[in-house]
T-cell receptor, first 112, second 111 residues
Framework: SQTIHQWPATLVQPVGSPLSLECTVE??????LYWYRQAAGRGLQLLFY??????ISSEVPQNLSASRPQDRQFILSSKKLLLSDSGFYLC???????????FGSGTRLTVV | KQEVTQIPAALSVPEGENLVLNCSFT??????LQWFRQDPGKGLTSLLL?????REQTSGRLNASLDKSSGRSTLYIAASQPGDSATYLC??????????FGTGTRLQVFP
């Protein structure tokens, strides 16, 4: 069966520090991968999605970047965190077209 | 541009009631519609996935219907329980392979 792993679960980082969040998927190949952010009291915002290794599409201009070094690995990064980067980050995967989405358990990031 | 709206935004009911949560979307050209549940501080749990060719899906006390032509879906929860308390999100998947989320319905079921 397919599973998705996301870590860490919580993270407190100072302003200006780097960030690396990792997401891996097991039990499937060539999935679509996604990073979403949920700010406090707000809806889910799509940040990045990837349809293959090295293929990244950005939805919103921001302080963050994403990379897909392997088929089932998706990484969210920042060189210098801002206070506004605080939020709940969720990784998800799906198959093409008619497939549903499966989400990871999320990372709660607090920038102080 | 696809927009997804959920009504009501919040709902508080006594245990045992049957509930209907509504979801509407502006562009009927979708591949599927998915209902999720989110508990506070947690990730999203998929409840039901309805393909564009389907009219409804059922899982236990949950039933979701889809009327693609009118841009509507409903999630029916039978005999609600306090454990059903959570935020319920609907989302549509279109040609871009992206999932567009609704605004959510926060449900509280009290004993």
């Amino acid at each position: 069966s397919q599973t998705i792993h996301q870590w860490p679960a919580t993270l407190v980082q100072p302003v200006g520090s780097p960030l690396s969040l990792e997401c891996t998927v097991e039990g499937t190949s060539n999935p679509n991968l996604y990073w979403y952010r949920q700010a406090a009291g707000r809806g889910l915002q799509l940040l990045f999605y990837s349809v293959g290794i090295g293929q990244i599409s950005s939805e919103v201009p921001q302080n963050l970047s994403a990379s897909r070094p392997q088929d089932r690995q998706f990484i969210l990064s920042s060189k210098k965190l801002l206070l506004s980067d605080s939020g709940f980050y969720l990784c998800a995967w799906s198959v093409r077209r008619g497939g549903g989405y499966t989400f990871g358990s999320g990372t709660r990031l607090t920038v102080v | 541009k696809q927009e997804v709206t959920q009504i009501p935004a919040a709902l508080s009911v006594p245990e045992g009631e049957n509930l209907v949560l509504n979801c509407s979307f502006t562009d009927s050209a979708i591949y599927n519609l998915q209902w999720f549940r989110q508990d506070p501080g947690k990730g999203l749990t998929s409840l039901l996935l309805i393909q564009s060719s389907q009219r409804e899906q059922t899982s236990g006390r949950l039933n979701a219907s889809l009327d693609k032509s009118s841009g509507r879906s409903t999630l029916y929860i039978a005999a609600s329980q306090p454990g059903d308390s959570a935020t319920y999100l609907c989302a549509v998947k279109a040609d871009t392979d992206k999932l567009i989320f609704g605004t959510g319905t926060r449900l509280q079921v009290f004993p």
